[in-house]
C-alpha cells in the first residue's frame, strides 16, 4: 500500500519533497498508485518528468530504479548481463586445478554468483522496504523492438533469462514512463498506461516551484524571473527554457548576487537558459530589453 488516501494528499505530500504539480497531474499519479498501472508521462524537457519519480520514491520511502534508455538499448542490456572477466577468471582457476567437470562448472559459471542485474531484473526482485519506483526514462530514444519486449515485461511484470528462468516480481514496481517525444511511442504500450501531458506550468506554479527549489530568491527577483522565462517560451526558438533552465538561471543569479534582471546580465547568463547559439544570438542587442519591458508589464504589484 502507498498510504496516500487522496489527491489532496498526494499534492500535499509531493510539495513537501519539492515537487510542486497541479491537481490533473495529481489525479492521475494517485490513480496510477491506487489501480497499480504504469504511468506514461510525455512533455518537454525539462518540465519536471523525471523529477515527480524521484519526488515519489522519496515521499513513499520506497527505492528509485533508473532505467535511462537510448539509441541501441535491447532487452537484454536493461535485464541483465553476465560478469564475463570473473567467469573467465573462474574457468583459468577451475583449469589450473584440473577440475573435468564442465556441467559443474557451466552451472556455476551461469548462477546467481555471476549475475550482473540491470534495472528491469532488479524492480523484479524483493525489496525491504515495499515495491520499488522503476523509472524507464526518455522512452522515445530506444526503438520498436525494445517497446515490444517491455509491453511484455510491464504486462507480466516478469523476465526471463534462458541461463536460469523467469523471475516474476513477488510485487509489481510502480512504473513511471516519459517520453520528450522526439517520436511518437507506440499505441499498444501508451494503453498499457495511464497517460499525462505535462506541460509548462503557469506563473503562479511555477513561482511556487522556484520558492521550493531556489527559497533563498527574493520575492522581486523571483518574479523577474518567471516573468522573463514565461514570455522567452512565446518566443520561436528551437527550444523553450524548462522548468529546470528556470531553476539553474535563478541559481545562477543568486551565485551573482543579482537584486533585479537588467539586459547586461540577461546576456551574460543567457547559457543558463538557452542551449543553442541560434537561440541566443535571437536575445542579443534589444530583443532582451524588449523581453523585459514586456514582462516587467505584465507583473502585478505585489
Same mark, same amino acid.
Given at each position: 500500500?502507498?498510504?496516500?488516501?487522496?489527491?489532496?494528499?498526494?499534492? !500535499?505530500?509531493?510539495?513537501?519533497? %519539492? #515537487?510542486?504539480?497541479?491537481?490533473?497531474?495529481?489525479?492521475?499519479?494517485? =490513480?496510477?498508485?491506487?489501480?497499480?498501472?504504469?504511468?506514461?508521462?510525455?512533455?518537454?524537457?525539462?518540465?519536471?518528468?523525471?523529477?515527480?519519480?524521484? /519526488? =515519489?520514491?522519496?515521499? =513513499?520511502?520506497?527505492?528509485?530504479?533508473?532505467?535511462?534508455? #537510448?539509441?541501441?538499448?535491447?532487452? /537484454?542490456?536493461?535485464?541483465?548481463?553476465?560478469?564475463?572477466?570473473?567467469?573467465?577468471?573462474?574457468?583459468?582457476?577451475?583449469?589450473?586445478? %584440473?577440475?573435468?567437470?564442465?556441467?559443474?562448472?557451466?552451472?556455476?559459471?551461469?548462477?546467481?554468483? #555471476?549475475?550482473?542485474?540491470?534495472?528491469? $531484473?532488479?524492480?523484479?526482485?524483493?525489496?525491504?522496504? %515495499?515495491?520499488?519506483?522503476?523509472?524507464?526514462?526518455?522512452?522515445?530514444?530506444?526503438?520498436?523492438?525494445?517497446?515490444?519486449?517491455?509491453?511484455?515485461?510491464?504486462?507480466?511484470?516478469?523476465?526471463?533469462?534462458?541461463?536460469?528462468?523467469?523471475?516474476? /516480481?513477488?510485487?509489481?514496481?510502480?512504473?513511471? $514512463?516519459?517520453?520528450?517525444?522526439?517520436?511518437?511511442?507506440?499505441?499498444?504500450?501508451?494503453?498499457?498506461?495511464?497517460?499525462?501531458?505535462?506541460?509548462?506550468?503557469?506563473?503562479?506554479?511555477?513561482?511556487?516551484?522556484?520558492?521550493?527549489?531556489?527559497?533563498?530568491?527574493?520575492?522581486?527577483?523571483?518574479?523577474?524571473?518567471?516573468?522573463?522565462?514565461?514570455?522567452?517560451?512565446?518566443?520561436?526558438?528551437?527550444?523553450?527554457?524548462?522548468?529546470?533552465?528556470?531553476?539553474?538561471?535563478?541559481?545562477?543569479? =543568486?551565485?551573482?548576487?543579482?537584486?533585479?534582471?537588467?539586459?547586461?546580465?540577461?546576456?551574460?547568463?543567457?547559457?543558463?537558459?538557452?542551449? #543553442?547559439?541560434?537561440?541566443?544570438?535571437?536575445?542579443? %542587442?534589444?530583443?532582451?530589453?524588449?523581453?523585459? !519591458?514586456?514582462?516587467?508589464?505584465?507583473?502585478?504589484?505585489?
Amino acid at each position: 500500500m502507498t498510504g496516500m488516501n487522496s489527491i489532496s494528499e498526494v499534492q !500535499d505530500r509531493l510539495a513537501g519533497a %519539492g #515537487y510542486v504539480c497541479g491537481r490533473s497531474l495529481a489525479t492521475v499519479v494517485f =490513480l496510477s498508485l491506487r489501480l497499480g498501472r504504469p504511468l506514461f508521462l510525455e512533455g518537454e524537457a525539462g518540465v519536471g518528468k523525471t523529477e515527480i519519480a524521484k /519526488a =515519489l520514491a522519496t515521499v =513513499l520511502g520506497r527505492n528509485l530504479i533508473r532505467l535511462q534508455c #537510448y539509441e541501441g538499448l535491447d532487452a /537484454a542490456s536493461a535485464v541483465y548481463e553476465w560478469n564475463f572477466a570473473a567467469q573467465m577468471v573462474a574457468i583459468r582457476t577451475a583449469e589450473a586445478g %584440473g577440475q573435468a567437470d564442465r556441467d559443474v562448472l557451466q552451472r556455476e559459471l551461469f548462477g546467481p554468483d #555471476y549475475l550482473v542485474e540491470r534495472p528491469l $531484473l532488479q524492480a523484479m526482485r524483493p525489496h525491504q522496504s %515495499g515495491a520499488p519506483v522503476l523509472l524507464i526514462d526518455e522512452l522515445d530514444r530506444t526503438d520498436e523492438p525494445f517497446e515490444a519486449f517491455l509491453l511484455e515485461a510491464l504486462s507480466d511484470f516478469q523476465v526471463t533469462i534462458p541461463e536460469i528462468g523467469t523471475i516474476k /516480481a513477488p510485487e509489481p514496481p510502480i512504473v513511471i $514512463l516519459t517520453s520528450n517525444r522526439t517520436r511518437e511511442v507506440h499505441d499498444a504500450l501508451k494503453r498499457r498506461c495511464l497517460y499525462h501531458w505535462v506541460d509548462y506550468p503557469n506563473f503562479e506554479r511555477e513561482m511556487a516551484i522556484l520558492h521550493a527549489r531556489a527559497p533563498e530568491a527574493a520575492e522581486s527577483l523571483a518574479r523577474e524571473i518567471v516573468a522573463f522565462v514565461q514570455k522567452l517560451r512565446t518566443e520561436d526558438l528551437f527550444k523553450k527554457p524548462g522548468v529546470a533552465e528556470t531553476i539553474d538561471w535563478a541559481k545562477c543569479l =543568486l551565485a551573482l548576487d543579482v537584486i533585479n534582471l537588467s539586459p547586461e546580465v540577461i546576456a551574460d547568463t543567457l547559457g543558463a537558459i538557452l542551449k #543553442y547559439q541560434d537561440d541566443i544570438q535571437k536575445l542579443q %542587442g534589444s530583443e532582451a530589453q524588449r523581453l523585459l !519591458d514586456e514582462a516587467r508589464a505584465e507583473l502585478e504589484p505585489v
